[in-house]
T-cell receptor, first 111, second 115 residues
Framework: QQQVKQSPQSLIVQKGGISIINCAYE??????FPWYQQFPGKGPALLIA?????SEKKEGRFTISFNKSAKQFSLHIMDSQPGDSATYFC??????????FGTGTSLTVIP | KAGVTQTPRYLIKTRGQQVTLSCSPI?????VSWYQQTPGQGLQFLFE???????NKGNFPGRFSGRQFSNSRSEMNVSTLELGDSALYLC??????????????FGQGTRLTVV
């Protein structure tokens, strides 16, 4: 059973546009929600993370929106650039470094 | 500062064989976790080690095992390899496993192909 559900599976955005990726979870014990970016041939790299005591966190062009009551969180990439083209994973954890990952979103930003 | 180092980067093994993968965490990091990444199942947690002790284990058969040494380096072993074990195996390290949620850094992975 997929503990974290992620959508869409793939996303194509024009340069300068906003990319939005959504995730949902069921386990209310989750208390840490990171987003990872992965380029081909590389390991995932942490982009931004949030804890459920805040509803939004922004770092540069990347923003996480978190809705605790709906058990949903999303990643917004503002002013998307071709260099942002990668696979994005949401994840959740209730302790340590045991993460439950979403299935990934392949983002393509076209010039 | 050097990142997480995984060796080897690529490996081809035959069904029934066993394999050992190695992970050297970032200097000073004491927590190491392992993940299997496949196109069909995505990223799945294998196990986590801290101070040479396994702290958590994912839902994988007993053919998958691991250990951590006193210098925090970790190895994972897969015995009696099956075709379905073909995957990218990723190691992640962090300072600790406290609730402070230290950032986890991933290595580039070991690509295992079972033929």
């Amino acid at each position: 059973q997929q503990q974290v559900k992620q959508s869409p599976q793939s996303l194509i955005v024009q340069k300068g546009g906003i990319s939005i990726i959504n995730c949902a979870y069921e386990n209310t014990a989750f208390d840490y929600f990171p987003w990872y970016q992965q380029f081909p041939g590389k390991g995932p790299a942490l982009l931004i993370a949030i804890r459920p005591d805040v509803s939004e966190k922004k770092e540069g062009r990347f923003t996480i929106s978190f809705n605790k009551s709906a058990k949903q969180f999303s990643l917004h990439i503002m002013d998307s650039q071709p260099g942002d083209s990668a696979t994005y994973f949401c994840a959740a954890s209730s302790g340590g470094n045991q993460f439950y990952f979403g299935t990934g979103t392949s983002l393509t930003v076209i010039p | 500062k050097a990142g997480v180092t995984q060796t080897p980067r690529y490996l081809i093994k035959t069904r029934g064989q066993q394999v050992t993968l190695s992970c050297s965490p970032i200097s000073g990091h004491r927590s190491v976790s392992w993940y299997q990444q496949t196109p069909g199942q995505g990223l799945q947690f294998l196990f986590e080690y801290f101070s040479e002790t396994q702290r958590n284990k994912g839902n994988f058969p007993g053919r998958f095992s691991g250990r951590q040494f006193s210098n925090s380096r970790s190895e994972m072993n897969v015995s009696t390899l099956e075709l379905g074990d073909s995957a990218l195996y990723l190691c992640a390290s962090s300072l600790s496993i406290t609730s402070a949620r230290d950032e986890a850094f991933f290595g580039q992975g070991t690509r295992l192909t079972v033929v």
